[in-house]
């Protein structure tokens, strides 16, 4: 908390840091042209601690249902089988890092859109911790968000290649196919001098007849909400 003479303090406890910053992102998207929680497309949250999860995943969806509760906004359907607000519940993925600025305890990443998302896919996490959940907002941009327990993100992404080419071109009858697009990939460990080397390079996305090109940012990171988690994947196609 920052008082009128830029005095800061930091306020202890994990669920108040969790609670207040939450209240921070609110209000950071009120003023940005009056945006909700509606127009979240992404959400990481970084914990110093892989024991805070529980808590922050907790404080996640109490948000998510009191924003709706509270403001009375339209809990539409996306799709026939996905409501706007369990999608929103599904999209958080949490990595823990060693520290933060300002020592604290919680850090929320967001990515908003102009409108809200229109359409995903209706891919739900695994027993064995796979997910990868698809979403497209009015103007084709894509945002995507997976977890995996693959040795190498890249098989992950093998294995999903088919879901992602569906989910084009179900989406993209009418709308202008993207052409490019970047990716962040949390990972434990990255393997560069293997059979089988994580991809530091541009990596093309073919579709029709078509390529879409996507830079990977690899990022380190201490652990994750689950202990079998080799990689979390986040990505916007533009």
Same mark, same amino acid.
């Given at each position: 908390?920052?008082? &009128?003479?830029?005095?800061?303090? =930091?306020?202890?406890?994990?669920?108040?840091?969790?609670?207040?910053?939450l209240? $921070?992102?609110?209000?950071?998207?009120?003023?940005?042209?009056?945006?909700t *929680?509606?127009h979240?497309?992404?959400?990481?949250?970084?914990?110093?601690?892989? /024991?805070?999860?529980?808590?922050?995943?907790?404080t996640w969806?109490? $948000?998510?249902? %009191?924003?709706? @509760?509270?403001?009375?906004?339209d809990?539409?359907?996306?799709?026939?089988?996905?409501?706007?607000?369990s999608?929103?519940? /599904?999209?958080?993925?949490?990595?823990a =890092?060693?520290?933060?600025?300002?020592?604290?305890?919680?850090e929320?990443? =967001?990515?908003?859109?102009?409108t !809200?998302v229109? %359409?995903?896919?209706?891919? /739900?996490e695994?027993?064995?911790?796979?997910?990868? *959940?698809? /979403?497209? @907002?009015e103007?084709?941009?894509?945002?995507? =968000?997976?977890?995996?327990?693959?040795?190498?993100?890249?098989?992950?992404?093998?294995?999903?290649?088919?879901t992602? %080419?569906?989910?084009?071109?179900?989406?993209?009858?009418?709308l202008?196919?993207?052409?490019?697009?970047?990716?962040?990939i949390?990972?434990?460990?990255?393997?560069?001098?293997?059979?089988?080397p994580?991809?530091?390079? &541009?990596?093309?996305?073919?579709?029709?007849?078509?390529?879409?090109?996507?830079? !990977?940012?690899?990022i380190?990171v201490?652990?994750?909400?689950?202990?079998?988690?080799?990689?979390?994947?986040?990505? *916007?196609?533009?």
């Amino acid at each position: 908390i920052v008082d &009128k003479d830029k005095n800061i303090y =930091v306020l202890t406890g994990l669920e108040n840091q969790a609670r207040l910053s939450l209240r $921070h992102l609110t209000r950071i998207l009120e003023a940005h042209g009056g945006k909700t *929680i509606n127009h979240v497309a992404q959400i990481i949250c970084y914990v110093t601690n892989q /024991s805070f999860a529980t808590t922050v995943m907790e404080t996640w969806l109490d $948000h998510v249902e %009191k924003r709706f @509760d509270d403001t009375n906004m339209d809990d539409q359907n996306i799709n026939t089988e996905i409501s706007m607000k369990s999608h929103l519940k /599904s999209i958080l993925k949490i990595v823990a =890092v060693p520290n933060l600025p300002k020592n604290a305890l919680v850090e929320w990443q =967001v990515v908003a859109t102009e409108t !809200p998302v229109i %359409k995903t896919n209706t891919t /739900s996490e695994t027993n064995d911790g796979e997910d990868l *959940i698809l /979403s497209v @907002d009015e103007k084709g941009h894509i945002f995507f =968000v997976g977890a995996t327990q693959h040795l190498n993100w890249e098989e992950k992404w093998g294995k999903e290649m088919h879901t992602v %080419k569906n989910f084009l071109s179900q989406n993209f009858e009418k709308l202008q196919l993207p052409t490019q697009g970047h990716m962040q990939i949390f990972g434990r460990k990255f393997f560069i001098n293997s059979a089988q080397p994580n991809n530091l390079g &541009k990596i093309s996305l073919p579709c029709n007849e078509n390529y879409i090109d996507i830079l !990977p940012c690899l990022i380190p990171v201490i652990s994750f909400a689950s202990e079998n988690t080799s990689y979390v994947i986040n990505g *916007i196609i533009y």
